[in-house]
Structure formats: C-alpha cells, structure tokens
C-alpha cells in the first residue's frame, strides 16, 4: 500500500525553464511533508518541508505548494539549473502519530544545458 | 562538521552467508536510523534509536535482522543469514532530536548484493 505516490519516474527540462515536481499521498493522518534530493553515490539530502498549516513555503529557487483537499504537493525549481539534476523523493508524516517518515518512489530529474 | 559515516561502501555476499553495517551519526545527535532502499523504492524506515533506546523497529524483519547503538553513538545493522531480497542500500541518518520536524542526515550508504 502506497501511501505516498510520485507518479513521474523521471522528468526533463531545459535549463532556465521551471522543474515541477509532483507528490500525491493517501493518509488523511499526514501533516508534515518534506522533499529530499539524491545524487548517485550519495545520501540523500533535505531540501524544504511544509507543514500542514501552510500551503506554500518558499526557499530561494525552490517551492513547495499543498493542496490539502487533493492530498497532493508539488516542488517547483525556478530557475532549473544543470546542478539540479538528481533523484526526489517526497516524504510524508504525522505528528500525532508514530512520525515515520514515509518516503515516495522519486522522480529523477534530469535539467539539459 | 563532519557528516553521516558509513561502512563499508559496497559489498557481495552468497544468500545464507551474514553481513554487519556500521555507522557513525553526526556528533551529539541523539537519533539514529536505519532505512533500506531497494531498486526503484524510497527508503524505508527500519529502525529508529533515540540514544540507546529503541522508537520504532515495527519494519525491521527481526529474525533475520538486528541492530543495537551501544553506547548511544555508533550503531551496527546486521543481516544473518541474508536473503536474495536484502539486496539494496542500506540508508543510515541522524538527527538532533526524535522531534520529526528536525532535519535528518544521511550517510551515503551501504549497497549490498545478495547473490
């Protein structure tokens, strides 16, 4: 049972142009969500969250919005840069339970120069 | 301020044989986890220590996997025997605080192959 979904396996943009990177999840439980990025040989490594109470939280090149009522988030990268270029995993939890954090499949981004 | 280290790197074992995973976490953290990613999967939590103390193993497969932080720092993961199915990274990463909003690091983990 996958509780939290990220549908595009992989995605391609030209540089400059916006990265829109897509999550949706099922328990109505989580409240906290999180995006991470992975490069190859590497741990992954945190990005930006929000919180329920929010729906947009915004940090440099990177936003994250929460439509609560579709259960779905999506990470923009404004401009998209080669540097980008890596796997992101979305992950989900909830504070009033057992704060497992509950990761998505990941999308591999891949930015063209 | 060093990161999340982990050893070895990589390493192939025949099914049936044991395999250990050892990892420092980030100096004063006091939460510990484990994760296993296989191909193609996010990484799933497989145990979480806060100090020596165990929060969370209800995913850890426990007649096949154990793990222990003596002390509180350092933590070993270990698989015996292994299964064709343990092949995948094997995700260490610490945090300042079991509090879930506090940031966690990973290593670069372990990949495993089980032949």
């Known amino acids: 049972d996958q509780q939290v979904k990220q549908n595009s396996p992989s995605l391609s943009v030209q540089e400059g142009r916006i990265s829109i990177l897509n999550c949706d999840y099922t328990n109505s439980m989580f409240d906290y969500f999180l995006w991470y990025k992975k490069y190859p040989a590497e741990g992954p490594t945190f990005l930006i969250s929000?919180?329920?109470?929010?729906d947009k939280n915004e940090d440099g090149r990177f936003t994250v919005f929460l439509n609560k009522s579709a259960k779905h988030l999506s990470l923009h990268i404004v401009p998209s840069q080669p540097g980008d270029s890596a796997v992101y995993f979305c992950?989900?939890?909830?504070?009033?339970?057992?704060?497992?954090?509950?990761f998505g499949t990941g999308t591999r981004l891949k930015v063209l120069a | 301020e060093a990161g999340v280290a982990q050893s070895p790197r990589y390493k192939i074992i025949e099914k049936r044989q044991s395999v250990a995973f050892w990892c420092n976490p980030i100096?004063?953290?006091?939460?510990l986890y484990w994760y296993q990613q296989i191909l193609g999967q996010g990484p799933k939590l497989l145990i979480q220590?806060?100090?020596?103390?165990?929060?969370?193993d209800s995913q850890l497969p426990k007649d096949r996997f154990s793990a222990e932080r003596l002390k509180g720092v350092d933590s070993t993961l270990k698989i015996q025997p292994a299964k064709l199915e343990d092949s995948a990274v094997y995700l260490c990463?610490?945090?300042?605080?079991?509090?879930?909003?506090?940031?966690?690091?990973f290593g670069p983990g372990t990949r495993l192959l089980v032949l």
């Open positions: 220590f806060q100090n020596n103390g165990v929060v969370d």
């Open positions: 992950a989900a939890f909830g504070t009033s339970g057992t704060y497992k954090y509950i």
């Open positions: 929000i919180s329920s109470i929010k």
């Open positions: 100096s004063g953290h006091a939460t």
């Open positions: 990463a610490s945090s300042w605080s079991v509090v879930p909003q506090e940031t966690q690091y």
